[in-house]
């Protein structure tokens, strides 16, 4: 059974940093492509950071680029957010999410495992 768990989510003030981790089990990561999500209260889920499996593509959705970054390690079974340069804005639920395979890609519905979620607040 899969199972990500998300670490790392808390307040920070802004213009600080953090970093986020995400536990995979129960499906072949190394072959999964993993992403980050967020919603914010009273907004739709957006997407955050795409890795592919093999870690050599990445894509950022336009309001973090620049100030986040993804990475993976495939024998610790382990996806990093690190968020530098954070904003009032950044504020929400940052979920983690596996696709069993396939490239990696900023579509929520491709993403098959999903975790509960870790929150993060940037009070300005």
């Given at each position: 059974?899969?199972?990500?768990?998300?670490?790392?989510?808390?307040?920070?003030?802004?213009?600080?940093?953090?970093?986020?981790?995400?536990?995979?089990?129960?499906?072949?990561?190394?072959?999964?492509?993993?992403?980050?999500?967020?919603?914010?209260?009273?907004?739709?889920?957006?997407?955050?950071?795409?890795?592919?499996?093999?870690?050599?593509?990445?894509?950022?959705?336009?309001?973090?680029?620049?100030?986040?970054?993804?990475?993976?390690?495939?024998?610790?079974?382990?996806?990093?957010?690190?968020m530098n340069f954070l904003?009032?804005?950044?504020?929400?639920?940052?979920?983690?999410?596996?696709?069993?395979?396939?490239?990696?890609?900023?579509?929520?519905?491709?993403?098959?495992?999903?975790?509960?979620?870790?929150?993060?607040?940037?009070?300005?």
């Amino acid at each position: 059974q899969a199972h990500l768990v998300e670490s790392g989510g808390g307040l920070v003030q802004a213009g600080g940093s953090l970093r986020l981790s995400c536990a995979a089990s129960g499906f072949t990561f190394s072959r999964s492509p993993m992403a980050w999500f967020r919603q914010a209260p009273g907004k739709e889920r957006e997407f955050v950071a795409t890795i592919g499996w093999g870690g050599g593509t990445t894509y950022y959705g336009d309001s973090v680029k620049g100030r986040f970054t993804i990475s993976r390690n495939n024998a610790e079974k382990t996806v990093s957010l690190q968020m530098n340069f954070l904003k009032s804005e950044d504020t929400a639920v940052y979920y983690c999410a596996a696709a069993e395979f396939g490239a990696a890609t900023r579509t929520a519905e491709q993403y098959n495992y999903w975790g509960q979620g870790t929150q993060v607040t940037v009070s300005s």
